[in-house]
């Protein structure tokens, strides 16, 4: 029928027809805000007087991990010539014969409690202080991920007055655990949660070995604990394909042969009124919230009640890092898509919030003060720890940012 139509009426007015097609692009215009041309960056914190940190972890991309001698740094501040600037020194981004301890059978993290290893995230929280969460792990040279030791794994918190640390928890190996991956962290600061009154902070375990969760820090006492270890929740989908500019996405372990995707609960964020947690997998497409009441409690009950407590929020796509603003929305990567999306808590649906051709794979969100959401587009997809098990990433990497509706800000709690 099409054919003998087409036959008729001549190809000329088929090649003029104007079809419907995918405009690529939606919401406001992002705005470039730096160019990463030196290492492989992940996060992004930026503070009240609009100074930006990033970190650039040695687990997902051997190339970025410190060996003693190759100047490699973790965290940096993002200078106003696009150049970077290890932070909060030099001196804590150098571990003394590098990251990896090589004397231990197989290889482990240095257990430097003083030194940054292999940092995950870099958060501002509501007191405008600056949180390096380390995972003390990196990968050796051919893509291993050492497991952790005692002091590898840490928070630590900076004071941006005068760049010094004023704060580090270290975490026992009962809560971080050797192939724990402690991925992403927020902090609510209501001094009426914990009797010590300094707050708390949430941190997903996205571990692709599996034994993924929350860990939950009194930040005054310094305690920790877990909760939703093994959920079904926390952990990855079963048979997880994500796709990224139509190409689908399988995972490759040194000496391992390929499989699905296996990183469990990554992307985390407070609800603006801090009364509930959200939380994903990176291999999943769901969005789970569940109350910071029920993760504060260590009572006999408390992990029984914690599961049950868990809400299914629905479906959002594929997504990294998460991010809150004054609006409640919680925004969200939707890779899949070249997108970004919010979950408005009051009518229960996504929306799309931009899409451009520039955005493959949103790693890490950071709203403002003055207005913005800011975040990483990394290619991290494109790295040695997937299908075809090469590098194939592109420099730079980008920092966008754009104006978020309604004139929202940054969530100030506490
Ligand atoms: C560290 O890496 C640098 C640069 O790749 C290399 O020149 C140096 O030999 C390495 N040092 C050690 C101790 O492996
Ligand atoms: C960029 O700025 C930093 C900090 O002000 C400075 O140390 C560095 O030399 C500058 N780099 C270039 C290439 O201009
Ligand atoms: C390396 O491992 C050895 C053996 O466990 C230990 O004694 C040493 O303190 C470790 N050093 C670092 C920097 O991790
Ligand atoms: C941060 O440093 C400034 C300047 O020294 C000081 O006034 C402030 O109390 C410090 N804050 C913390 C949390 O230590
Ligand atoms: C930074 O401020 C803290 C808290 O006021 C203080 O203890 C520390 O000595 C200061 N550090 C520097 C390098 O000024
Ligand atoms: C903490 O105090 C705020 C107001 O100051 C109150 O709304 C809230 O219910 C209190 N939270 C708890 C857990 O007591
Ligand atoms: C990778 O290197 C580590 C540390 O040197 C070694 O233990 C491991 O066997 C190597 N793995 C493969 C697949 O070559
Ligand atoms: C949900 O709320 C958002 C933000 O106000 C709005 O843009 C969207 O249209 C709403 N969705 C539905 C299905 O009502
Ligand atoms: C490390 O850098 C080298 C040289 O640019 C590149 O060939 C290799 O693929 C990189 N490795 C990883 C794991 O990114
Ligand atoms: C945002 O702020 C601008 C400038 O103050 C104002 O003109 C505009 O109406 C505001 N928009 C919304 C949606 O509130």
Same mark, same amino acid.
């Given at each position: ?22 405009? +690529? ?42 060996? +003693? ?11 106003? /010539? ?6 909060? @020194? ?79 928890? $270290? ?11 402690? /991925? ?11 009797? @010590?009154?300094?707050? $708390? ?22 305690? @920790? ?15 997880? $394909? ?37 939380? +994903? ?37 594929? @997504? ?26 009051? /009518? ?29 587009? /990394? ?36």
């Amino acid at each position: 029928m099409l054919k003998s139509i087409a036959t008729f009426m001549g190809f000329g007015l088929l090649s003029i027809a104007q079809l419907l097609k995918d405009p +690529g692009v939606a919401g406001p215009p992002l705005e470039l805000v730096h160019l990463y041309y030196d290492e492989f960056p992940t996060g992004i914190a930026v503070s009240s007087a609009g100074r930006m940190f990033s970190n650039y972890p040695g687990g997902l991309d051997s190339n970025d991990t410190n060996n +003693g001698s190759n100047g490699k740094y973790t965290v940096a501040e993002l200078m106003p /010539n696009n150049t970077e600037t290890p932070y909060p @020194s030099a001196e804590m981004n150098n571990p003394p014969g590098g990251a990896i301890n090589y004397t231990t059978y197989p290889p482990t993290g240095a257990n430097y409690q003083q030194y940054l290893i292999g940092v995950q995230s870099v958060v501002v929280d509501p007191h405008d202080r600056l949180w390096i969460l380390d995972t003390g792990r990196v990968s050796t040279n051919n893509g291993t991920l050492v497991p952790a030791s005692y002091g590898g794994p840490k928070l630590i918190g900076v004071n941006l007055s005068n760049n010094t640390v004023f704060q580090t928890i $270290v975490f026992p190996t009962t809560v971080a655990f050797a192939d724990s991956y402690l /991925n992403d962290v927020r902090f609510d600061l209501r001094p009426n949660i914990t009797s @010590s009154g300094k707050g $708390v902070a949430y941190i997903t375990d996205s571990s692709v070995e599996g034994r993924n969760g929350i860990v939950i820090v009194d930040l005054g006492t310094g305690e @920790s604990w877990r909760h939703l270890t093994g959920a079904a929740q926390t952990r990855p989908e079963q048979e997880f $394909v994500a796709y990224v500019w139509g190409v689908p996405i399988y995972q490759f372990q040194p000496g391992g042969p390929f499989t699905y995707s296996s990183f469990g609960s990554d992307g985390i964020a407070l609800s603006a009124d801090e009364s509930d947690l959200y939380f +994903g997998s990176v291999s999943g497409r769901y969005l789970y919230s569940v109350p910071t009441k029920a993760l504060r409690d260590r009572s006999a009950t408390s992990e029984i009640l914690a599961q049950q407590m868990i809400l299914n929020r629905g479906q959002k796509g594929v @997504s990294d890092g998460f991010e809150t603003d004054t609006n409640g929305f919680i925004y969200h990567g939707n890779m899949e898509q070249n997108a970004i999306s919010f979950f408005n808590p009051a /009518n229960g649906t996504v929306t799309l919030f931009v899409r451009d051709p520039r955005i493959n794979w949103v790693d890490t969100m950071s709203t403002s003060t003055n207005g913005y959401l800011y975040f990483t587009v /990394n290619q991290l997809y494109l790295g040695a720890g997937f299908y075809p098990g090469t590098d194939r990433k592109t420099r730079p990497f980008a920092l966008f940012r754009v104006p978020l509706p309604n004139n929202a800000t940054k969530p100030i709690l506490g």
